[in-house]
Antibody, heavy 121, light 107 residues
Framework: QVQLQQSGPGLVKPSQTLSLTCAIS??????????WNWIRQSPSRGLEWLGR?????????DYAVSVKSRITINPDTSKNQFSLQLNSVTPEDTAVYYC???????????WGRGTLVTVSS | AIWMTQSPSLLSASTGDRVTISCRMS??????LAWYQQKPGKAPELLIY???TLQSGVPSRFSGSGSGTDFTLTISCLQSEDFATYYC?????????FGQGTKVEIK
């Protein structure tokens, strides 16, 4: 049974970098049949897909246009986890951030518990 | 990007009621639609994919229908544990996008 365990700070200052990690158990970040996603939710923006990383003989990333210039999602095969970095954050980036597993392309079979990240000085 | 309109935004119902939630797409998506249930303070959970296929473990009182631009989630006999917010999500075209949600509350 796959489980996703999120970790990271709940408070980030404006202009700094938001960093979260999602540890995977029961599957491999290098799986050839899975993709590992970050999604956020806020009252103003609703549910917003941010990006994903996946391995198909080599590593690929896809990012939402809205955050493409600021986002990096990286796999860490040694720890079987993946991470989210969002640079130059503003209060608009305040949201609950979820990691999520995508087995069949496009929908999310399993979600992490979520991390509320507040951007404030 | 493909956008969707869910209706209603808020639905007041009683236990035992049959409820229907609509999701209308800005363009056709064949059957590439999923539905999620979210309870307060929890992550969304997958209910239905491919517009009408129930995720393993989801009660049979949930059903989905539709294709193209119009989709429906139906709960045939509302139970107390079904009071929650429901979201549709398209995966026909990148980027994946979500509806704004329908909150099902106790009448």
């Amino acid at each position: 049974q796959v489980q996703l365990q999120q970790s990271g700070p709940g408070l980030v200052k404006p202009s700094q970098t938001l960093s979260l990690t999602c540890a995977i158990s029961g599957d491999s970040v290098s799986s050839n049949s899975a993709a590992w996603n970050w999604i956020r939710q806020s009252p103003s923006r609703g549910l917003e897909w941010l990006g994903r990383t996946y391995y198909r003989s080599k590593w690929y990333n896809d990012y939402a246009v809205s955050v493409k210039s600021r986002i990096t999602i990286n796999p860490d095969t040694s720890k079987n986890q993946f991470s989210l970095q969002l640079n130059s954050v503003t209060p608009e980036d305040t949201a609950v951030y979820y990691c999520a597993l995508e087995i069949v392309v496009g929908y999310f079979d399993l979600w992490g518990r979520g991390t509320l990240v507040t951007v404030s000085s | 990007a493909i956008w969707m309109t869910q209706s209603p935004s808020l639905l007041s119902a009683s236990t035992g009621d049959r409820v229907t939630i609509s999701c209308r797409m800005s363009q056709g998506i064949s059957s590439y639609l999923a539905w999620y249930q979210q309870k307060p303070g929890k992550a969304p959970e997958l209910l239905i994919y491919a517009a009408s296929t129930l995720q393993s473990g989801v009660p049979s009182r949930f059903s989905g229908s539709g294709s193209g631009t119009d989709f429906t989630l139906t709960i045939s006999c509302l139970q107390s544990e079904d009071f929650a917010t429901y979201y549709c999500q398209q995966y026909y075209s990148f980027p994946w996008t979500f509806g704004q949600g329908t909150k099902v509350e106790i009448k």
